[in-house]
């Protein structure tokens, strides 16, 4: 009777160890949770907008992808990860434009070197566009691409023009327009009060802000009704 019941036992014993043993195999075995594979949708810049929401109310751009294809990227591609938000319209001239897009304007601490910033890549390097000169005139409205002397200098700094300016044509790269919100440029002028004695710094007593860049995709135009 003793030996049949520790032979039982030994049999239990057994068992168990067989199914501990067993059940890291069938962990290893079961089928991995299949990861989520998230759909990036491809950005279509012929008819992307920006919204440049301002410190004074929302301006709303159309960008000319055919005539400068590659300022209108750097552009979409620098407010898509929010290089813009925050900074500040640093040089405003009454009569003439209103100049952002330094990233150095986030330092308030900085003053004295706004004007001077740019995109750069991770090594700290400057991040240029090649100029794309085209006919479209300097008028008011028209968006166009700050630069240095040499031509292929463009970099992240912007202008709106506030008045026709002919002078610039050919000369700086216009890459958009803006369709709705022109009045809250000429407010980013008034309120800038730009110091005169800046001259052609255009230096504002009060700094106007350019919060943040929304971007959106343009509706698509309605085919005329078949007669």
Request: hydrophobic share 40%.
């Amino acid at each position: 009777m003793k030996s049949s019941q520790s032979a039982s036992g030994r049999l239990v014993v057994a068992a168990a160890a067989l199914l501990l043993a067993a059940l890291p195999i069938a962990a290893a075995q079961a089928p991995k949770a299949k990861k989520e594979t998230k759909v990036t949708k491809t950005r279509d810049y012929a008819h992307t907008l920006a919204v440049l929401k301002t410190s004074q109310g929302d301006v709303t751009v159309k960008f000319f992808y055919e005539k400068a294809p590659n300022h209108l990227k750097n552009f979409v591609d620098l407010a898509a990860k929010g290089f813009y938000d925050g900074t500040l319209f640093h040089r405003v001239i009454a009569g003439f434009m209103i100049q952002g897009g330094d990233p150095l304007t986030k330092d308030p601490k900085n003053v004295a070197a706004y004007g001077t910033g740019g995109n750069r890549d991770e090594k700290g390097a400057p991040v240029n566009v090649k100029a794309e000169f085209n006919e479209t005139p300097h008028r008011r409205g028209i968006l166009s691409m700050a630069r240095s002397s040499s031509p292929d200098s463009a970099s992240s700094q912007f202008f709106i023009v506030v008045k026709d300016s002919p002078f610039l044509d050919r000369q700086y790269t216009a890459f958009g327009e803006v369709t709705k919100g022109m009045e809250v440029v000429d407010k980013i002028v008034t309120a800038s009060d730009t110091d005169p004695a800046s001259g052609g710094a255009g230096r504002p007593r009060s700094y106007q802000k350019l919060i943040k860049v929304e971007l959106v995709e343009e509706p698509a135009a309605v085919a005329p009704a078949k007669s």
